[in-house]
């Protein structure tokens, strides 16, 4: 090597060092953007609150209104929410009709129950930064979804409004009556839309099939109209609900961002470190679900064996069964008093009236003299006093 | 202002420095959070255990960095960030068959073993990944004979050599379920995010063909022949048009997922949908068309049939991977040095199962009818108990065969649908009682 190719050598052997280096920070940056830490201890408070499964039983106010002075307590410098509410699998699913109707998102006559979760949270909690982490938001879940001022969503994540509100005004057949009942309803839409800052006209044609929906670009925000004269039409029907996804969701401004997995979501709110706590108030939050869905089976075993039980309340077996009965009766008050979601997919009535009734029946049947050769059965069956077991 | 020739001097030895820096150890020195003191020097074999949030793991791999508050890790992936806080204890994997030291006794005053420990065998973790090969034949009709169970038990059997091991289906089926081929879809993308899934298709028809679809790789033998995937009902009725539809798009969303193109879907399940393609000489690319105008048509949309594919088309068209007929030939697409299956556990599963379908098949009818009063007693108690025996065994059948259970009468309320299971058990009380 002569003296004039020293320069070039060091030059090109420089220029792939440092291409080398800029390679390797390029490695780096990978390496960070993937560092969203999970500590024991440093960095950012999470609490975790989920909310899966069906509005009014698995979602219900006073579960949340319960936790709420033990998360003020725990004062965490972020609460997520995860929501994750399907009426179906996915949307081939529903297309296919592959869902199970008893499970879909209810409102029931609870007006109040969306609002008041949305009060523990957007107002009761309000200091305490909040982001709603969707996993699937269908149905009667999405305008309490839309409280939250950001929310993300993962890839498959569906966003849908809902026909439950409609359903409880659509058969009614007086326009006035009809008319009040429709606002009064769908209203709901716009108060909870309201803790999020989200347009009342978007918010609206989700719970409400009569409305339009379209939309008109302000710079990176959507202004969106009750008509279809905007620069874009998302709903031209006046009977269905919009739908969006997790990428239409994103683009038009609903959602921050489309997300992966809780740590994307955080690295996008700058947050590199972070640690969970109020575990046990997550606990809570899941054991309850847990509890109320074993009662359900539980009250749906005793519902069972007391149509069963009834049909043997006759001869001498009458007065056992009718014990048996009263004592299956007991137990399923007893279960939809500890827990309405139990209440509510059974269809019994709010004040438990029929299922009083029926002890009350018994109760009767029981008090009646009894005698080894009359007939019987259960409360509504009729019969008489029965035999005693031998 | 630097002159030439001191530039030159300066760039020379910057140059050195930075390739000294890179050839030679650095001491490193770290306090752990216990207050323990471990000294090294990066290049070194470590081990550590890091408890991370709630996760307590093991990270094997050379120390490449020091940063003060966080070391570099690299491992046979990756480098690995992991802070100091997080670092539980650290022991130094020696090559030289001298001494394992970890922070434990590195200040232990204690004097050292006079026997040299024997050097620790480093597992294959992360990183060094056999690539084992786990084959599960797949025999039979989507929901009838083939299901999600044995799927996700051969899955599960791969996990535990490790992510990134290879499934392959044995693909033979002439369709069946579209809900149960759904279900399998999901089960599959799971799967996918941690393993290689193939399918290997002998006769992929219909829900067989739509099961490939969902793996990652397809594979045909050479007397394969696959598609038709037209979904229709029991009286051989097509779906109705808002189904049919429906399922097109979920057709071209599976095949989205691995990267093949939606254009397929259509015409492999109606007829009326044109296909075709071309292929550049010079670069081997496809390009395909949802009309005619393509040099190779597959579908012209006026042939009564919807769009079936033999190996040599699949193959040419780039709906295929390749074609194998053997193991060995498989092993060299797949890009294995040789077959090399980790045991047998798939073909036992898919054994199992046959065994249990035969026996369930013989069985249960037998057994309905036994429950229902079809037997030979002396008294009505010993009828009575002959019933309840039957309705327990059924209740078992029910629990063994899980979600193919329904396909024999016992259904468990899947999706609303009716409670068969429920209905036996209070069949039993009622049988219980009259005893």
Known sequence: MNKRHVPMFIGSFLSLMFTFISFASEDDISIWADAVTETEDRGTSVLIIPMSGQTLTDIRSEVYAEIQEDIKTLNPDLIVIEIDCKDAQDIFYQQMGWFNPKEFGRFEGETKNLPAVAKVFRTHLKDIEQIAFVKDSMGSITPLTLSW???????????????????????????????????????????????????????????????????????????????????????PSNEMVPGFSAT????????????????????????REYHIVGEEITKELNDYVYKWRSNLTKAQLLWGDYQQQSGWATGNERKRWLVKNKNTIKSLISICKNYPAVRIRMGFDKQLRGLKNIL??????????????????????????????? | MMDFMNLKKYLLI??????????????????????????????????????????????EGTLSRN?????????????????????DSISTESTTNTNVEDVDTANSEEPAESTPKPTKKVKPKVGKLSKGVFLLPLDGGVGEIIRSTEIREIAEHADTYGPGQIIILDINSPGGSVLTGVQMRDLLYDIRKRHRVIAWVDRATSGGAFLSFCCDEIYFRRSSNFGSITMWSGNFQGAAEPEMQAWITQLESVLAKSSRTPLFAAPMVVFAAQLSYDIDEETGKITYYD????????????????????????????????TADTFDELAILLDLDEWNEVDEEGRKLASNWKMNLERAGIEINELFGEFNGNVEAQSNGERIMKQIKAGKKLLSWANKLGESAMNFGLDDGFLGGPDRVAAIKRQIKELEQQR
Not at chain 1, 361 to 390: A, F, H, Q, V
């Open chain 2, 291 to 322: 009309t005619t105008e393509g040099e190779f048509i597959l579908s012209d949309g006026e042939s009564v049939e919807v769009l079936s594919i033999t190996a040599d088309q699949a193959e040419h068209c780039g709906l295929s991977d390749g």
């Open chain 2, 67 to 87: 940063a003060g508050q966080f070391i570099v890790v690299t491992t046979d992936t990756r480098d690995q960030v992991i802070f100091i806080s997080d670092i």
């Open chain 1, 360 to 390: 009350e029946e018994i109760e009767k049947e029981l008090r009646k003299p009894s005698g080894p050769t009359r007939g019987g059965g259960g409360p509504s069956m009729g019969g008489g006093g029965g035999g005693m077991r031998p």
């Open chain 1, 248 to 271: 239409q969701a994103q683009e038009l401004g609903i959602s921050e961002a489309t997300v992966d997995t809780l740590n994307d979501m955080l690295l996008l709110n700058d947050i």
């Open chain 2, 14 to 59: 910057s140059a050195f420095l930075l390739v000294v820096s890179s050839v030679f150890a650095e001491p490193v020195e770290l306090t752990l959070k216990d207050g323990t003191v471990w000294n090294g020097e990066t290049g070194e074999q470590i081990s550590l255990v890091i408890h991370k949030g709630r996760n307590k793991s093991t990270v």
């Open chain 1, 149 to 235: 001022e950001k929310v993300y969503m993962t890839p498959d994540a569906r966003l849908t409004g809902t026909l439950a509100l409609a359903a409880r005004y659509s058969g009614i057949s007086d326009e006035n009556v009809r008319g009040k009942m429709r606002t009064a309803w769908t209203l709901l839409g716009s108060i909870l839309g309201g803790y999020g800052k989200r347009d009342p006209d978007l918010m609206l044609s989700l719970v409400d099939p009569e409305k339009y929906l379209s939309g008109t670009w302000k710079g990176r925000k959507v202004e969106w109209f009750d008509h279809l004269n905007a620069d874009f039409v998302i709903d």
